[in-house]
């Protein structure tokens, strides 16, 4: 698999029916503001079925290069499928920063991801940043809502977060720009999914 530098500041992309969800294209748009401050290369990752004619727009709103895992096995997500294979690409690729949708989905797999790593896990976040070392900061609700705070992870890398929609706006998107296309394997599991969905 070909693969850009180590290091880059990645996006795991929502999408359904088709369509990416709005909460991708805010996340790509801050990820190219810290990719921007940083001197990194934006990456998007797209899981699915059929999701390959995604990655234009991922390319016009900020991406560099969009990794692309196609199976019928990811059609519906799974974390059976879905927490070892990221975890595999984000190992062996090293970005120093993950961004997830604080969605359903987002919120699920993160974790099962970040435990993965051994990472650390910004959850539910309002704001994401640079601090004066050019670390992620993590600013997120605590105490019920009643209050902030904003969190660093100092050694463990990725630096991961999940981040709540409206968070940032999107970029408009620039139809000339244009993302690598990289195509991630996706092999079967040795042993058969622990869980497995009946309906959605």
Same mark, same amino acid.
């Given at each position: 698999?070909?693969?850009?530098?180590?290091?880059?500041?990645?996006?795991?992309?929502?999408?359904?029916?088709?369509?990416?969800?709005?909460? /991708?294209?805010?996340?790509? %748009?801050?990820?190219r503001?810290?990719?921007?401050?940083?001197g990194?290369?934006?990456?998007?990752?797209?899981?699915?079925?059929?999701?390959?004619?995604? /990655?234009? $727009?991922?390319?016009?709103?900020?991406?560099?290069?969009?990794?692309? %895992?196609?199976?019928?096995?990811? =059609?519906?997500?799974?974390?059976?499928f879905?927490?070892?294979?990221?975890?595999?690409?984000?190992?062996?690729?090293?970005?120093?920063?993950?961004?997830?949708?604080?969605?359903?989905?987002?919120?699920?797999? /993160?974790?099962?991801?970040? =435990?993965?790593?051994?990472?650390? $896990?910004?959850?539910?976040?309002?704001?994401v940043?640079?601090?004066?070392?050019?670390?992620?900061?993590?600013?997120?609700?605590?105490?019920?809502?009643?209050?902030? =705070?904003?969190?660093?992870?100092?050694? %463990?890398?990725?630096?991961?977060?999940?981040?709540?929609?409206?968070?940032?706006? %999107?970029?408009?998107?620039?139809?000339?720009?244009?993302?690598?296309?990289i195509?991630v394997?996706?092999?079967?599991?040795?042993?058969?999914?622990?869980?497995?969905?009946?309906?959605?």
């Amino acid at each position: 698999m070909n693969q850009l530098p180590s290091g880059g500041v990645w996006v795991v992309v929502d999408h359904s029916g088709g369509e990416v969800e709005d909460i /991708a294209l805010e996340l790509l %748009a801050q990820a190219r503001g810290l990719a921007d401050r940083l001197g990194q290369a934006v990456g998007a990752v797209l899981l699915g079925e059929d999701v390959c004619g995604l /990655a234009s $727009l991922l390319g016009q709103h900020g991406a560099d290069a969009v990794y692309v %895992a196609e199976s019928p096995l990811l =059609a519906v997500y799974n974390p059976s499928f879905y927490a070892p294979l990221l975890a595999d690409l984000l190992r062996s690729q090293g970005p120093s920063v993950v961004l997830w949708g604080a969605t359903d989905q987002g919120r699920d797999l /993160a974790p099962r991801v970040a =435990a993965r790593l051994g990472a650390g $896990l910004g959850s539910n976040c309002t704001r994401v940043d640079l601090d004066e070392g050019g670390r992620l900061a993590m600013t997120r609700p605590v105490y019920g809502g009643r209050a902030s =705070a904003t969190v660093v992870c100092p050694q %463990a890398r990725p630096q991961m977060a999940t981040v709540q929609a409206g968070a940032a706006p %999107a970029r408009r998107p620039d139809p000339n720009r244009q993302a690598r296309v990289i195509p991630v394997e996706v092999r079967p599991a040795v042993e058969g999914p622990r869980l497995q969905v009946e309906d959605v």
